[in-house]
Each structure stands twice: as C-alpha cells, then as structure tokens.
C-alpha cells in the first residue's frame, strides 16, 4: 500500500455534484436521534443515506471500505456517547476500529476526513442536523473521491482470505 | 435460498407527510425496475387496514416472498408490517422497512432530491431483503414482579395499580417518606382539595398492602438483563432505626442532646430547622424517624450520651446499620422520579436569595399549609405580615435563558397561591403573567372565580425586583418594575412580599439513571417516551415505562392518569407472561471457526464460551442481546446474526450505492460468503424473474 498524495487524485468537482454520505446510525443513540430530527422538522441537507446497524459496535471495518469502494464520499459512524452504549461498551470499540481505519484508508490515498466518528445521544437532533451539514461541506471541498487509485491499491493489497482491515 | 426472491415494494404516502416532498409515483415506478422485484404500490396510508390488507392480498395472489415498506421510522410501525406479514403466513423478518419519511421527506425542501434519496433507500431495502431469511422468535418469560422506582404520586398509583391486579410490587423511594412533591402541597387546583387528605390514603395503602414491598432512603444503583428478565440492585441507605421496631414516637428528638444549629428542614425548603434524628414530616409514611449522620453527634464527635437510645423503649436505633444492598429480580420497571423546582437562583434579576421577602411557590406552599413551618400564618422572614403580594408567573419557565418550555402547572399554582393568600392574609395581590394558561379540566373556571375574588392582574413580563425606592410609598418594599402591556405603560408595583411561580425542570441526577436504565432523554432532559402517541409511556427499552413529570411537565390528575397507563403496560407484560424476543442474535458458523477467541472478551454479556474437544466458540443465545460486536471483530467471519448479517448489510451497501461514483466496479470486501455473491449485480436478473 502507498499513499497517493491528496493533490495527485483531487479532481475537478461536476457541476451540481452532491456528496454522498453513507451513514452507520446505531438503533438507540444515533438513529433515534435522527428520526428525532425529522419529528422536529430540523431540515437539513440530503447527502446522507443512513444505515441502520444495532450498535456502531457492529460496523465492520470492512463495511466502511466496502461504502467507499462502492462509490461513497465520505462515512459517518453515529455512536452513542461515551458511557451511554446500549450494550456497555460497544461505542468504545467503534472508537478503537475507527482509528486504525482513518490511518488505513489514509494509506489507500483516501483523505482521513471523509471518515467520521459522532457520538450522537438520542436526544441530539440537533448535531445529527449540524454534523450532516459540517460534513457535506467538508465533502464539497474535497470534491468526489477518485475510486481509481483506492480500488487498486485494494486489490492488490487485499488478501484472497479477505483477512484484512480488522480492529 | 431455496425459493428465488419475489419482493413487493409499498411506498407510502402517509396523507401527505411524505407525498408532499416526496414523488412517492416516481419512487415505486422506480422500485418497479429493481431485481427482483414483483410488485411495486404507492398507498395513502400503509399502515391502514386497507393498506396492510394490500400487502396481504400480493403475498397471497403474487406469491410475494419478500416486503419492503418505504413510509416511517422502524421505530414507529416495523411491529405493525411484520404482524401483516404474519397473518398473511409469510416470516414477519422478510420485511424491510426505508425509512422515508422522519429521514427524508421531513427533513428535506427540495423535491427532486428527497425523491432521488428515498429511490436510493428503497434500492439499499431491496437489495437487502433479498438475503432476509425467515427467523423464528424466540420467547422468553416474563418475571411477574414489578419494580416502581419513584415513591410521588406518580409512583404510589403505578405500584397499587399493579399490586392491585394482584402482582408483586418493590418500590424504591430515595427520601426516606414517600409522598413526593405532592406532601409538600397545602391544596390542589382547581378544587381546592386537601392535598394532604387525597394522598395520606394513599401512601398508607402503600405501606399496607401485601403485594407491596417499599424501600424508602434506597436507590437503585444497577439494572441489568431485558423485559422479562430485569435485575437490579437497589442500594439502601442507614437510616440507624429499626424500621419494625420505631413507632414514630419522636420521644428520642426530643431527648436528643443536639446543641448546634438547627438544620435546615429540606421538606419544608429550608423554612424551618430539625435536629439530626428526625421525622421526614409529620405525615411521613413510614413514619420512622431517621438520624442524619452528617450532624449527629454521635458520628460527627465520635460518640454522645445516646438518650435518645435511653428514652426509647423499643430498642430501635441502631447505630450500627450500615448501608446494604438488596438484589431483586423483576419483569419490567416503572420510572416515576419526578421532577426539581426551578432553581430561583438562577433567575437573578428576581433577588430570590438576595431580599428575603421574595419567596418560591414552593416555599409558599410549606407557608400557607396548616402542617407547616408557621402553621399555616403567612408570617414573612423578617417576621411581619404582607399587606401587598406579587406573585410573578413563568419563573425559569418559557424563558430562552433557562427552560425554554411551559411548565404547565404554574399558571394554575400561581392562582392557587393567590386565591388562598387572599384569603389568609387580606393582602392585596397582584399577578404578573405572560399568557394565562388555564387549559384542563375546570381550570378556566378557576381562573374566572380568582378574578372575581379581586385579585390583581397585571399582563407583563416582570423585569426586575428591587428595594430601589423612588418615592415614600416605595420605602422598605420590594418594587416590582414590569410593563403593563395591556395599557402599555411601565409600572412600579411596590409589595411586602414576592411570590415566584417556579417552572419544574427535570432531576438534575436523572442523567444517571437515564444511563442505569437504557432509556433516552428528550432535548429537554425530561425521558423520552417511545412514541409521543402511540406509546406514551414506553421508552426505547422494552419492558421499561415512564410516568409522572420524569417524562414532563404535568400537573397530579396527568401524572396519576399516566401512572395508571404505565402500570397497566406493567400488567399487560406480567399477565401474558412471555415476551416476544427479536431474534438479531449472533451465532457461530462451527466450520469457519478457527476457535481464536478473538470474539470472546468483545462481548460484553459474557455470552461467549469456547468448547475445548472441537476448538470452537459457541454462542449463548439466552445471554446473546444482538449488538454484533462480535460479528464485526470475527477475523474469519465465521459469526452470522439474524437481520444484520454481513451479507445482507453488504447487499443493503451495493444498493444504496448503485449508480455512484466512478470506480464502483468491484466490492473491497473479500469475505462476502460464496451465497452473496449470487447477489443480483445487474438489472438481468430482475428482468429475468419478470
């Protein structure tokens, strides 16, 4: 694996390009907070796309790759906040993978910003309307993320076991 | 898969919730030419009977053998399109649901985009419903015990509600009374009942009935396990009295030896003092006395004479007690902590803590009530009896600086307060208020009966209190300055005594126990309820429920209604005695696993163990709660989970993802099980089931 210089791959941003954000909610925290945010008609941009796992515990680092292999800008983990896990400490470990996987995808030429960890408790409607916006325009700056030098990096470092990027 | 997926796809309108940002036509059209898919409807309401019976007619004249619902939240109808799918004999877990509408089309303006993402989340549903198989549910049994954590008003109707349906009941109360707020007040709005004489029943019901186990001075320090199956342990505090053996005589306070100051009685908000073995009020149920350690001599010097242990003929104190822990075991739980007056303080510009003259309704309550401080005479700090008394309404409440929200009840307690100085002390009385809100039962009736008592109203938001005096009236009073937005004039009010109608705001502890139980918080720091209509006293966590002003403001009659709503949840669980587990449970694929144990400190429940003849983990499904911690750790992928496996969050990824970027040719994922891989990649396969 080589890291391919941000200069190198940033390509001129489309007209009427939009990011696209998938994001990793956890049912308690961060999902509710997110259905909260509808109930409270908190508008914001539409460049997330959530996904609904039980705890950011069960975001498989391989998910992370896999979404941005698959043609996402950027992923956001939304975590509960530290002491609040439903199930005692699996935000901890989200936290733990979530290093290891900025310094990964940092080495596969992907810019480390376009991966997020937010706790988001329940409650927070407002941060999952602030964090969708703070993170689409960081996006828009960086502009599309070029899939070219990522998915051959990862071919050829991907072993056939598929063994990889574990936390 | 031994059927291939036959998928219908209902994009609902909900009224016009979602049609309004939504082109729900254009998302079903869309879903229309997805692999897979048989059907695709648009619908007013899906989750109407003639909406479900839609589903249920394709199943059965299309063969459907996969759902997806694009409408609401999971969190709001999953339960109620699964059912659907059971009556109409297909496995409720091959549904999916996108959620369209709390996080699109009542979020988003644009049309054309929130159209674009909703065919993206039904895509991403699709996708992933194929691989849903069906999942048996598990059922686990419900412990038919209670526990009621709370010991106010909320709390003593949830638990005889629930004793009285004949199932046993722990209530868990921290003071060492129970009674709540409510034993504070003198009389209730809008009757002018005894506050007293509706609840003393009551809490001697509690205390007295045999389904009952009440712990006052005790807090619940741990809740762990699931609906059906809570354990927690409930810490009890010394009180250094034998609660069997006191009879309440306060023989040994007053032989107490105590010689310091008095301390500030917290029942009576500091108005009065008490010694350090005390009664917690006169109406205290148990009544038990109780010795702070904190000014007792016997803690505080290292040992006194003890009369009190002389002058009791029971042999009740115990200075031994220490505090312990007590271990129950129940099936659901009943939160009904309550609320904190606003803390005056903060609202500066009042001078609460500054002129003692100026008073909270909670204090005023203690005040004009015949078991308090002064009897029941409105006898002020400095010792003298008002002639003119302002109540201001709204203190901490619908205040941008401090609780945004209306308290509710304040309006009303400020006119209570009003109409019984009145009647106390002959004093003129003004009220300054924002808005009268008098919206319950009777309540505008109240409203009318204090205006024709001649009570002052002044509409106006109060600016400041003062003792500023400008002219001779002014002298040695407080000065209210207000304007007077009625007759558009700014006013200088000058009264004896000020009356500041605190807002309620929630616990400031409940943060704790919010973490203790799992259970979420609204924006305000009140508990949340599941659903503000269709489950207003359940939370995110089964088997938990919420009453009382723990969950908002609201006045006794709404917090007693919502505690027999609760109890009655309690009962429902209780009575049926099983308990529908979902089955996202993990388990270990024994071929694939290279026993490693990486798995086995991930998970948190200890559910994990390794079998030592065939190297292997295994998966204690009974203790496994679905967080998939483990399925993401599995360096092998060897743990599968029901409705979140690997595979199928893939697929929901390839799905959602479809059509985006440039380089999305291949997957980065290498251990997508060999099955996923039939995973429709193209439209082809979708045409050729058509």
């Given at each position: ?13 489309p007209?009427?390009?939009?990011p696209?954000i998938v ?93 997020r ?19 689409s ?5 960086l502009g ?20 990889g990027?574990?936390? | ?27 079903a ?34 063969g ?15 339960p ?9 004999g ?12 709390e ?11 929130a ?20 999942l ?34 722990y209530l ?7 009674g709540?707020q ?6 209730t709005?809008?009757?002018l ?8 029943p ?10 009952i ?13 699931h ?5 927690a ?8 009295v ?9 023989q040994c ?15 009576n ?10 009664l917690?009020f ?16 016997n ?55 500054i002129?003692p ?35 201001i ?6 205040d ?27 004093a003129?009385v ?67 005594m ?9 616990r ?40 009382g ?53 991930l998970?948190p429940?200890?559910?994990i163990?390794?079998a ?32 979140f496996?690997d ?8 799905g ?21 891989s ?7 396969t ?5």
């Amino acid at each position: 694996m080589t890291a391919v210089s941000s200069a190198a791959k940033r390509q001129p941003v489309p007209e009427g390009w939009t990011p696209r954000i998938v994001a990793f909610f956890c049912h308690w925290c961060a999902y509710s907070a997110a259905d909260l945010a509808g109930v409270d008609r908190r508008t914001h941009c539409s460049d997330l796309r959530v996904i609904r796992v039980m705890c950011s515990g069960r975001v498989d680092p391989q998910f992370v790759l896999d979404a941005f292999a698959k043609g996402a800008d950027g992923v956001l983990i939304g975590a509960c906040h530290p002491g609040d896990c439903h199930y005692v400490d699996g935000n901890s470990k989200a936290l733990r993978r979530f290093v290891l996987l900025r310094r990964t995808i940092e080495a596969l030429g992907i810019e480390p910003e376009r991966l997020r960890l937010e706790g988001i408790s329940a409650s927070e409607a407002e941060r999952v309307r602030a964090v969708a916006e703070a993170m689409s325009e960081r996006l828009r700056a960086l502009g599309p993320l070029s899939r070219r030098a990522f998915v051959s990096s990862a071919e050829t470092a991907s072993d056939p076991n598929g063994e990889g990027a574990h936390g | 898969m031994a059927d291939a997926p036959r998928i219908g796809v209902y994009v609902c309108h909900c009224g016009a919730n979602i049609s309004a940002t939504v082109d729900v036509a254009a998302v079903a059209a869309d879903a229309e030419s997805l692999p897979n898919v048989v059907a695709a409807r648009h619908y007013t309401y899906m989750c109407s009977d003639a909406g479900l019976a839609l589903v249920q007619a394709d199943i059965r004249e299309l063969g459907l053998n996969r759902v997806v619902v694009a409408a609401c939240s999971p969190h709001l109808h999953e339960p109620t399109f699964r059912r659907a799918l059971a009556s109409a004999g297909l496995n409720p877990h091959l549904l999916q649901m996108a959620n369209i509408r709390e996080q699109d089309a009542w979020i988003h303006t644009d049309r054309e985009s929130a159209t674009r993402k909703a065919c993206d989340l039904v895509r991403a549903a699709v996708h992933r419903v194929a691989l849903h198989t069906p999942l048996d549910i598990r059922k686990a049994a419900v412990r038919p015990d209670v526990l009621v954590i709370g010991g106010g008003i909320a709390g003593m109707h949830a638990a005889l509600t629930v004793a009285n349906a004949g199932k046993h009941v722990y209530l868990v109360e921290r003071e060492f009374s129970i009674g709540g707020q409510m034993a504070r007040y003198d009389k209730t709005f809008p009757t002018l009942d005894c506050s007293l004489c509706i609840q003393a029943p009551k809490m001697t019901a509690v205390r007295t009935h045999e389904n009952i186990t009440l712990w006052t001075g005790s807090e619940v320090e741990e809740v762990y396990g699931h609906v059906g199956d809570y354990r927690a342990r409930i810490r009890r505090r010394a009180r250094y009295v034998d609660e069997n053996l006191c009879v309440g005589c306060l023989q040994c306070v007053d032989a107490c030896c105590y010689d310091g100051d008095l301390i500030p009685d917290a029942f009576n908000m500091g108005l009065s003092g008490r010694k350090p073995i005390y009664l917690p009020f006169a109406h205290a149920v148990p009544t038990v006395v109780a010795v702070d350690p904190g000014s007792c001599l016997n803690f505080t010097r290292g040992g006194c004479d003890r009369p009190c242990t002389d002058v009791c003929g029971r042999d009740a104190l115990d200075f031994d007690q220490t505090p312990w822990v007590e271990e129950i075991e129940v099936g659901s739980i009943v939160v009904a902590t309550g609320f904190e007056p606003f803390d005056a303080r903060k609202a500066t510009e009042y001078g609460y803590g500054i002129y003692p003259n100026v008073y909270t309704s909670m204090e005023v309550e203690r005040l004009i009530n015949a078991s308090g401080p002064t009897a029941g005479e409105v006898i002020l700090r400095d010792g003298t009896r008002p002639q003119a008394i302002g109540v201001i309404y709204c203190v901490g409440s619908r205040d941008e600086r401090y609780n945004p929200w209306c308290s509710r009840v304040c309006c009303m307690t400020a006119l209570k307060l009003s109409h019984l100085l009145c009647e106390r002390t002959g004093a003129e009385v003004y009220n300054f208020y924002i808005d009268m809100r008098a919206a319950g039962k009777g309540q505008e009736e109240f409203y009318q009966r204090v205006l024709n008592d001649g009570v002052q109203f002044v509409r106006g938001k109060v600016a400041e209190v003062c003792d500023w005096a400008l002219d001779p009236s002014e002298e040695g009073k407080l000065v209210i300055r207000v304007e007077d937005t009625m007759t558009g004039y700014v006013r200088r009010v000058p009264v004896d005594m000020v009356v500041l109608t605190v807002g309620m705001s929630p616990r400031s502890d409940s943060d704790e126990l919010r973490r203790t139980l799992n259970v979420g918080c609204s924006g305000d720091g009140f508990y949340r309820e599941r659903h503000a209509k269709l489950a207003p006293v359940g939370t995110l966590t089964d088997g938990i429920f919420i009453a009382g002003c723990c969950q908002g403001p609201k006045d006794i009659s709404d917090s007693v209604s919502q505690a027999g709503s609760a109890a009655a949840e309690a009962i429902a669980l209780s009575v049926k005695g099983s308990y529908d587990l979902d089955p996202i449970t993990a388990r270990v694929v024994a071929e694939s696993c290279s026993g490693c144990r990486v798995c086995m400190p991930l998970c948190p429940f200890g559910a994990i163990g390794y079998a030592e003849p065939g190297g292997k983990c295994e998966i204690n499904a009974a203790l496994c709660t679905g967080c998939g911690a483990c399925v993401a750790g599995c360096p092998s992928g060897a743990i599968r989970q029901g409705m979140f496996d690997d595979a199928q969050v893939f697929a929901e990824l390839s799905g959602l993802l479809l059509g985006a970027g440039s380089g999305s040719s291949g997957s980065a994922s290498g251990r997508v099980p060999p099955a996923v891989s039939l995973q429709p990649s193209a439209e082809a396969t979708g045409s050729a089931l058509r």
